[in-house]
């Protein structure tokens, strides 16, 4: 059993020893993520109408490029979200899904340290256009987003990383066609980024 244990301690310091010195440095990058995504109850109110829609766990993804200065990451990000209803209290709607395919400019901040693990907190800014099908019919609205979050990173090398990331991504009220809803969501990713 200690010959193991020390076996896998040995084999894990391996991994971690080449990790300390790949570190990225500055420079450009480009990453890309996919992970689940739950939508909250949104409340819907209009014309004559009210009632809340529940939705099932959905998935996101999304794709940035950006530049590292350090400590600091600046990024584009496009993402698509995709949450199917599961159910409506109140009366006028029926069945369907939710989509949303937002563009945000993204800061990080990153807790540089010795280890091939680095913590980050995040936060951006943008658009994004919320899809409503069949919910009385097909609609969208273009309305202001935002995201803050914090995550992990592992440097594989000193080109390429690995995370996991939790997003809170929110936007301002979308109206379908006379019909206010809201819209926000907790994102879990795991995301890959290439240094160049």
């Not at 014309?47 to 990451?73: C, H, P, Q, V």
């Not at 584009?76 to 409506?88: L, M, S, T």
């Amino acid at each position: 059993m200690k010959k193991t244990f020390s076996v896998v301690v040995g084999l894990f310091m391996l991994l971690i020893l080449p990790a300390v010195s790949f570190s990225a440095g500055p420079g450009w990058y480009v990453s890309g993520q996919l992970g689940l995504a739950f939508l909250t109850d949104s409340d819907i109110s209009g014309w004559s109408e009210r009632g809340t829609l529940e939705f099932d766990t959905g998935f996101a993804t999304g794709f940035a490029g950006g530049y590292n200065f350090g400590m600091f990451r600046v990024e584009g990000e496009i993402e698509y979200q995709y949450n199917d209803i599961d159910k409506v209290r109140g009366e006028g709607y029926g069945g369907g899904d939710v989509t949303a395919l937002s563009s945000l400019a993204n800061g990080y901040y990153d807790f540089v340290n010795k280890s091939p693990f680095t913590p980050f907190i995040t936060a951006g800014i943008g658009v994004a256009r919320i899809e409503a099908n069949d919910v009385g019919g097909d609609a969208d609205d273009m309305v202001f987003a935002y995201q803050v979050g914090f995550g992990v990173a592992y440097a594989i090398n000193k080109n390429m990383s690995i995370d996991l990331k939790y997003r809170y991504f929110a936007t301002e009220d979308p109206n379908f066609d006379g019909v206010d809803a809201e819209f926000a969501s907790h994102n879990i990713y795991g995301g890959f980024r290439y240094n160049f």
